[in-house]
């Protein structure tokens, strides 16, 4: 019989470096330690699918200019982080815009099983499983950073919600849940 080569691929997905500005220059020397890591342990880092991003309050432009971008690695102004959209500018309108726009489809499905037939509790329910927890991931990390337009938009959409009956009519807006959230998370 002949012999076969079995090659494995092995990948260490959403692995992240955090530095502060004043560090900056240590970046480069961080990145060879995280890329000698990875081939002693048999992986490889690809710069062509790793990213970086320069948070400041100044709508993605620094008072001071940004250090040069990390050779082969790309800036962005956006980034993904554990299902969260992080803008540069430290504001979290990208997200909700995501996260709306996915709960405005799942609110039309609901619509439509209330059409035929669904009601009450059961519905309630599944507003919950599949919107509410949507909206609320995560938010103890986030939601202290939102405009106040943004959480009108969220609370317009968990309105439209009670509107359509899908979502108790005595139901928290976005705030009091958020707190309620981060109190479940610190105590």
């Not at 938010?139 to 959480?151: E, N, Q």
Request: with cysteine; charged share 25%.
């Amino acid at each position: 019989s002949k012999s076969e080569i079995i090659k494995m691929h092995k990948f260490a997905d959403d692995t992240s470096l955090i530095t502060a500005g004043e560090n900056y220059d240590q970046l480069k020397d961080e990145l060879d330690n995280i890329e000698a890591w990875a081939k002693d342990n048999n992986l490889q880092l690809n710069k062509t699918q790793s990213y970086e991003i320069i948070f400041s309050k100044r709508r993605c432009k620094p008072k001071n200019p940004p250090p040069e971008p990390t050779l082969g690695i790309k800036r962005v102004n956006s980034l993904k982080l554990l299902g969260i959209t992080l803008q540069c500018n430290l504001s979290m309108e990208e997200h909700v815009n995501n996260v709306l726009s996915g709960c405005a489809s799942n609110l039309h499905a609901l619509n439509t099983l209330r059409a035929h037939g669904l009601q009450g509790e059961e519905l309630e329910e599944i507003y919950r499983a599949k919107i509410l927890s949507k909206i609320m991931y995560g938010s103890p990390a986030w939601w202290g950073y939102c405009s106040v337009d943004t959480c009108n938009r969220i609370n317009s959409f968990l309105k439209k919600g009670k509107k359509f009956g899908v979502y108790g009519k005595d139901a928290d807006l976005f705030e009091p849940l958020c707190r309620v959230a981060d109190d479940k998370l610190f105590n």
